[in-house]
Structure formats: structure tokens, C-alpha cells
Nanobody, 127 residues
Framework: QVQLVESGGGLVQAGESLRLSCAAS????????MGWFRQAPGKERDVVAA????????YYENSVKVRFTFSRDNDKNTVYLQMNSLKPEHTAVYYC????????????????????WGQGTQITVSS
């Protein structure tokens, strides 16, 4: 059983930056690909970014490709999402999720591919 705890959310103004962190415990962290998902009020939870177990492969949703950077530190069992030039449309609850890597899958871009998730952290971007 993997436990995930997100931190770093908050209220910022448009154009500012935030760095989210997600600390994992209870499993072998390097066995999991990781993802950040977000859910805005009244909308479905969608993937923002994903990273392979080694960090060598990443995926970004088109609207965040230039603004966000996903990284991981397997020694610290932690992933990070650096979010720059935030916009009001980035307002949502952000969830950290973990999925089991295999020889057939090293990164996941859909929610069904993930097995564990945290409680989420709220990001509010004011205009």
C-alpha cells in the first residue's frame, strides 16, 4: 500500500509560480510511474503530467507543456511539479498518483492506469 501526501498548493496571482511536492511512503517508490492530475469544480479529473519510474520519460498535457516541469527524486521518494506562469484556468485540486511500472508500461496518461492517489492540494490562481 502506497501513501501519497501532496503539498505546496495555495493562492497565487496570475503569472506567479508554485512548486508542488508529493511524498510517497509504504512501497518501493522506484517501481511506480507517477502522475499529477487536476480536477476543477464541475469537471472530470484529468492528467496534467506523468513521469516514468526513472524520470527518463515524461508526458505533459498540451496546455502545460511549456509552463510545467515534472521531476522526481527516487532517493527522497518525492516528485515535484514546477508550475510557472500560472493562469486562472489552472485553478483546481491537484492530485498526485502512482501506478505500477512493468515491462509493458513505463508511464501512464489515464486515471485507470493508476493505483494510488493522495488527498489533493488546492491551487487557486486569481486574475
Amino acid at each position: 500500500q502506497v501513501q501519497l501526501v501532496e503539498s505546496g498548493g495555495g493562492l497565487v496571482q496570475a503569472g506567479e509560480s508554485l512548486r508542488l511536492s508529493c511524498a510517497a511512503s509504504g512501497g518501493t517508490f522506484s517501481r511506480y510511474f507517477m502522475g499529477w492530475f487536476r480536477q476543477a469544480p464541475g469537471k472530470e479529473r484529468d492528467v496534467v503530467a506523468a513521469i516514468s519510474w526513472s524520470g527518463g520519460e515524461t508526458y505533459y498535457e498540451n496546455s502545460v507543456k511549456v509552463r510545467f516541469t515534472f521531476s522526481r527524486d527516487n532517493d527522497k521518494n518525492t516528485v515535484y511539479l514546477q508550475m510557472n506562469s500560472l493562469k486562472p484556468e489552472h485553478t483546481a485540486v491537484y492530485y498526485c498518483e502512482a501506478g505500477s511500472s512493468s515491462e509493458y508500461q513505463c508511464v501512464g496518461t489515464m486515471g485507470v492506469e493508476y493505483d494510488y492517489w493522495g488527498q489533493g492540494t488546492q491551487i487557486t490562481v486569481s486574475s
